[in-house]
C-alpha cells in the first residue's frame, strides 16, 4: 500500500484553520480519529510505504513515521514534528513512534526543538529510508512494496508481524488519559494563542 501526496507536498499536516474553528465536541472527536488513523498504519496487515513527494510537516511526518518504509523527493522540501513550534506539545504516542524510528537522544532533539528537515538531513538520522527525484518518489516506494510481497508470504508476514510488535503496542495500551490530556492541552490559552497567531501569519502570506 502507497501513502502518497501531490506533487511537492506530502501532507501539510493537520489543518489549522478548520481546527480552530471547531468546537468542544468535534475536537474531542478530531483526537481519537487521528489516533486511531496512526494506529491503523502501524498495524497494517500489509506493509504501506509512505512516498513524500514534498513538504511534510507535523500531521503528514506523523502519519510518516508509523509506516514501514519512507521514500522522500530530494529537493528544496522539509519533515519533521514541528508541534513544539507552533505551540503543541508533542503528544506522547507520536514521541515513542518518533524514538523508534531516529532513537532516544535524536527523537529528544528533534521533537523538543520541533526541527523541519532537509532530505539529507531527515535521511541521516533515519527519519526516511530512502531519497529519490520527485518524479520517482511514488515509483520507488511502489517497488519497496513489491519486493516485500515478492518474498514467500508467510515468513514475511509473520517476521513483520513480529518485527513491529513494539509499534502496535504503542496503540494497544490504554490511550484515554493520554487523549483527554490532549484534548485538554488543545482549549488551553497557551497553545490556541500560539495556533491563532500562525493561522494570522499564513493569512497574510496568502491575503
Known sequence: MILSGAPGKFSAGLDIPVL????????????PNFYGLAGDIAASAVPI???ITGYSPAGGAVL??????????????????????????LPPVILQGLRRLVGPRQAERLAVRGEMLSPQE???VGFVDEL????????????????????????????RRLARAD????????????LERVIEIWWSPSTQAPLRALVERLGKKTG
Do not use: H
Request: some cysteine; aromatic content about 8%.
Open 20 to 31: 480552530l474553528g471547531l468546537d468542544r465536541p468535534a475536537i474531542a472527536e478530531f483526537w
Open 49 to 51: 510505504a509512505a512516498a
Open 64 to 89: 510518516a513515521t508509523f509506516c514501514d518504509w519512507r521514500v522522500m523527493a530530494e529537493g528544496d522540501f522539509k519533515i519533521g514534528l514541528n508541534e513544539v513550534q507552533v505551540g503543541i506539545p
Open 122 to 124: 531527515a535521511m541521516r
Open 132 to 159: 529519490a527525484p520527485p518524479e520517482k518518489v511514488v515509483d520507488r516506494a511502489v517497488e519497496y512494496c513489491q519486493r516485500l510481497l515478492a518474498l514467500p508470504a508467510e515468513a514475511m508476514t509473520s517476521t
Open 167 to 178: 509499534l502496535i503496542a504503542i496503540f494497544e495500551a490504554d490511550l484515554k488519559p493520554e
